[in-house]
Nanobody
């Protein structure tokens, strides 16, 4: 199957930036997969997980209103990697950010374990 691994989270001050990465890989070297749409979601305790941004394999992007103009999603299809550049971070952005990917080969959806982003005032 497919595993998603996120990285790049951390603790920053308000107004600073972080870049998250998510790599999709097979569980063994023979695994076939084709990652289509990928997205970043975030969740804080007591709240529902919400979509932050998504990007199709062709590069079409969708953003939540609360990050428009601040965050940029991008991907490298050859590396099966999606990125989230987060600028002008606010304390309200504090959450666990998780990667999501749709696999067109197996017809499956996968989730990463998440990476913590903390923004202090």
């Amino acid at each position: 199957q497919v595993m998603l691994v996120e990285s790049g989270g951390g603790l920053v001050q308000a107004g600073e930036s972080l870049r998250l990465s998510c790599v999709a890989s097979g569980t063994n070297f023979r695994t076939n997969f084709r990652i289509n749409t990928m997205g970043w979601y975030r969740q804080v305790p007591g709240k529902q997980r919400e979509l932050v941004a998504s990007i199709t394999r062709g590069g079409d992007r969708n953003y939540a209103d609360f990050v428009k103009g601040r965050f940029t999603i991008s991907r490298d299809n050859a590396k099966n990697t999606v990125y989230l550049q987060m600028n002008s971070l606010k304390p309200e952005d504090t959450a666990v950010y998780s990667c999501n990917a749709h696999d067109g080969y197996w017809g499956r959806e996968y989730w990463g374990q998440g990476t913590q982003v903390t923004v202090s005032s």
